[in-house]
T-cell receptor, first 109, second 113 residues
Framework: EDQVTQSPEALRLQEGESSSLNCSYTVSGLRGLFWYRQDPGKGPEFLFTLYSAGEEKEKERLKATLTKKESFLHITAPKPEDSATYLCAGGGNTDKLIFGTGTRLQVFP | EAQVTQNPRYLITVTGKKLTVTCSQNMNHEYMSWYRQDPGLGLRQIYYSMNVEVTDKGDVPEGYKVSRKEKRNFPLILESPSPNQTSLYFC????????????FGSGTRLTVV
């Protein structure tokens, strides 16, 4: 059965303290690994798609990487405005997106 | 502006009273989907549509109906809502399928009492 697991569930960081969020996946015939950002009371906002192991993508303080079993979202020198829930999702043979339950990130000044 | 618009944003209703949540997209996307989001369970797909007049069940379709008469609209219908359908609902669209990445609506918070 396809599955996506995110860790940790919650992460508290001091402003400027870099860290990584983990997404472990078991998705048959992976076509894409997606990262979304979700602010409270809002819909998820697309960040990145990764298609193959070894691929990396960057946007401002965020960098997403992909291996055959995991994806990482690295946050460098985070700011309070980076506080949000980050969702990972895998799309595979079934052409459905399987979402993880998210990592709730809080960045304190 | 490219967007997915859901209405209403908030809704409180009583058990058994039929309701419809509307969803409209202005990107000419073929694929549309409804999700519900519950604490600890993440986003779960209710129904999806690959094009006009083509709909199929997702992972949690019980108690819901959908229709796709026009490409831009994909309403979610709860014919007899129950308290276990209290949730945060999202409509999403993508160009040809979920592997293209979704654009999500802002959500509808539904409470059934």
């Amino acid at each position: 059965e396809d599955q996506v697991t995110q860790s940790p569930e919650a992460l508290r960081l001091q402003e400027g303290e870099s860290s990584s969020l983990n997404c472990s996946y078991t998705v048959s015939g992976l076509r894409g690994l997606f990262w979304y950002r979700q602010d409270p009371g809002k819909g998820p906002e697309f960040l990145f798609t990764l298609y193959s192991a070894g691929e990396e993508k960057e946007k401002e303080r965020l960098k997403a990487t992909l291996t055959k079993k995991e994806s990482f979202l690295h946050i460098t020198a985070p700011k309070p405005e980076d506080s949000a829930t980050y969702l990972c999702a895998g799309g595979g043979n079934t052409d459905k997106l399987i979402f993880g339950t998210g990592t709730r990130l809080q960045v304190f000044p | 502006e490219a967007q997915v618009t859901q209405n209403p944003r908030y809704l409180i209703t009583v058990t058994g009273k039929k309701l419809t949540v509307t969803c409209s997209q202005n990107m000419n996307h073929e694929y549309m989907s409804w999700y519900r989001q519950d604490p600890g369970l993440g986003l779960r797909q209710i129904y999806y549509s690959m094009n006009v007049e083509v709909t199929d069940k997702g992972d949690v379709p019980e108690g819901y109906k959908v229709s796709r008469k026009e490409k831009r609209n994909f309403p979610l219908i709860l014919e007899s809502p129950s308290p276990n359908q209290t949730s945060l609902y999202f409509c999403a669209s993508s160009d040809r399928g979920p592997s293209d990445g979704y654009t999500f609506g802002s959500g509808t918070r539904l409470t059934v009492v």
